[in-house]
């Protein structure tokens, strides 16, 4: 048994689940402009994610801006669902952790 492994069988742990979901939410609705987004690192060398300030985070307002406006994430596409603007948003205030 490995000290590491976990002591759930069917959950995994939950900070692994959170950047998982992220990692698809961008996957799914930002790198076909953004190909940087595929990766944890770029995103944050970008400096659009301040780890623990959702607020101060270039890509959370944009995301968030209504769909209308022409700074708005994704460009041109409908806003993402509140869901996974709240999981982003938590996401960056926990830490923004990879
Ligand atoms: C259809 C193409 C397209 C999609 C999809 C898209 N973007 Fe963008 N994005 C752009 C373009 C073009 C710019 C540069 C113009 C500007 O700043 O508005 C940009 C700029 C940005 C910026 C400003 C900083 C920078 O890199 O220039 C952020 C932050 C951003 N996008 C986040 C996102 C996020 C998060 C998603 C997915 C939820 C997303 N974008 C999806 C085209 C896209």
Redesign the pocket.
Known sequence: MSPDGGDSDDGGDNSSYVSLDIQE??SL??V???SS?ESYDQVIA?G?VVPGDAASS??YN??TLPQNDP?S?????PS?SNENIELIETWINEGALP
């Open positions: 939410i961008f609705n930002c076909q402009c953004h987004f970008s659009l270039e890509l944009r995301i700074e994430m994704p460009r041109n596409l993402l």
